[in-house]
C-alpha cells in the first residue's frame, strides 16, 4: 500500500516566482483567511469533504481530517519578480481586490518585497522590470537562485519550502531531444549557457528541486514536462506538477466535454474565444507566448473526445475530415482588466446527424479563480514530498489544463474532470492511510 504522509515539524516556506496579480491575490486571500476576515471559496483543501471507509465505516471528512495538510497559519511568503513593487504595491496596481479587502493584511504585504527575478527579455518581450539577476550564464541563474532559496530558510526558520511559479508564460520552448531528455545534457546546456534551450523558468525548477523544494508550473511552460526534469524529481525524490492553472474556460471544457461524451452525441466544432486586460494577457498578445498557452488549451479536448475511438462522432469536421474543428482564441482587450469574458461555441450533432448548438458566456474573474488552485497545489505538493512520492503528481492534474505525463512512452493525460477527481480522491485517502478505492463518490 502506499506511503502515509507524515506530520509537519514546522513552517512551509512558500516562494512564488512572479508576484503579479496571481500570486498577490492568492497571498492576500491566505493573510485575510488567517485574520478571519475572508473565506477562502473554491479552495477543495479547505472545503471538499471525500468519503473514507466504506459500508457501516464510511465518512464524509474535510482534507485536513484525513491527511495531515499544513495550516494557513503556519505559511511564510516569499517572492521574486521583475518588477520592484512589493505585494501590497503590486496587489493594488492588478486591481483584482477592492482596497477593503487589501488594507487589513498591508503591514504583511509590504513585508513581501520581491528577489531579483533570473529574467531574460527574450522570453517575455513585453516585460520591461529592472529588479533582474546580473547573471551570465544559466549556471549563474541557477546558483543565484539556490542562494535565495536557502537565504530565505535561514532568515524565516521554515522547515520546507514548496516553489510555485505563477510568472508570466515564457516564449514557447519546443522539446529538444539533444538537450531536455537527460539531466546530463540539460546540465551541459545550462553550463555552455544555451539561452535558445534553456528558459529562465527551468532555472528556477532546477534550483527548488537541488534545494529539496517540490515545484508546480501554473503556466503553460514546459520547464518541467520534459524528461531531464523527470530525472531529477527522481533522484531528488520530489514531487513535480504542471502545467497551467486550470481556471475558467478549461475548467469548464473538461467539465462540460464529458456531458457530449457520456451521452455518445457527435461534436463537429468547438470555438472558444476570450477577452482580457491584465498583464498576462499583454504578454499573451505576443504570438510567440501565446503559441505555448495555445498548445496547453488545445491538448484538454483531444484527450475527452477521441477522434480515433468514435470516428463516426468525432471524426469529421475539419479541412482534413478526420476531426472536429477545435479553435482557441486569446485578445488583449485592456478595458477588461482581469474579469475575463469567455465565450464558447460548440456545434454538436445528434439522431441522424442534426446539428445543434451550446453557446456558453462565462464572465470570470482570473485571479480569483486562480487563488484557490495556487493555495491546493502548494498544500497538496507539500503533503506528497511527505508522503515519499515523487516525480509528476498526476492526482494533480484536477488543477491543470494540461497534465504533464510521459509522452516518450505514449502515455495519454488525463483531462476529464470527473476522472481527474477520482485521482485525487484516491491520493488523499491513501496519504491518509486509507485504501484507494473505485466507490463513485
Ligand atoms: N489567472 C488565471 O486564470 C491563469 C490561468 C492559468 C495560468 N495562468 C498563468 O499564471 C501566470 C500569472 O498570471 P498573472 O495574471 O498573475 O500575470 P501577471 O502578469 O500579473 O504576473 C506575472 C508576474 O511575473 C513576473 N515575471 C515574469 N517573468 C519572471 C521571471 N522570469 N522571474 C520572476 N518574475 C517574473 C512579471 O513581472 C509579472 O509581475 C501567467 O503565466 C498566466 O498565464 C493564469
Known sequence: MAEKAKAPNGK????VVGLGAVTTTFMTGVLMARKGLAKPVGSMTQYDKIRVGKGADKKYLHYKDIVPLADLNDIEFAAWDVYPANAYESALNAEVLKE????PVKDELVKIKPIKAAFDKNYAKRLDGDNVKDCKTRWEMVEALREDIRKFKEESGVERVVVLWAASTEVYVPINEKVHYTLADLEKAMKDNDTENIAPSMCYAYAALKEGAPFIMGAPNTTVDIPAMWELAEQTKLPIAGKDFKTGQTLVKSGFAP??????????GWFSTNILGN?????LDEPANFRTKEVSKLSTLESILVPEDQPDLYGHGNDEDTQYYHKVRINYYPPRNDNKEGWDNIDIFGWMNYPMQIKI???CRDSILAAPLCLDLVLLSDLAARAGRYGT????????KSPQHDYTQDEVPVNHLFQQYVM????????????ADEEID
Not at 12 to 15: A, E, P, Q, R, S
Open 100 to 103: 477593503k479587502d487589501i488594507e
Open 259 to 268: 456531458i457530449i461524451g457520456t451521452r455518445c452525441l457527435g461534436l463537429s
Open 424 to 435: 485525487l480522491k484516491n491520493a488523499i485517502r491513501e496519504m491518509g492511510g486509507y485504501e
Open 393 to 400: 503528481q498526476r492526482f494533480l492534474s484536477f488543477f491543470l
Open 279 to 283: 498583464r498576462d494577457g499583454l504578454v
Open 361 to 363: 458566456n462565462f464572465l
Open 12 to 15: 512551509l516556506g512558500v516562494m
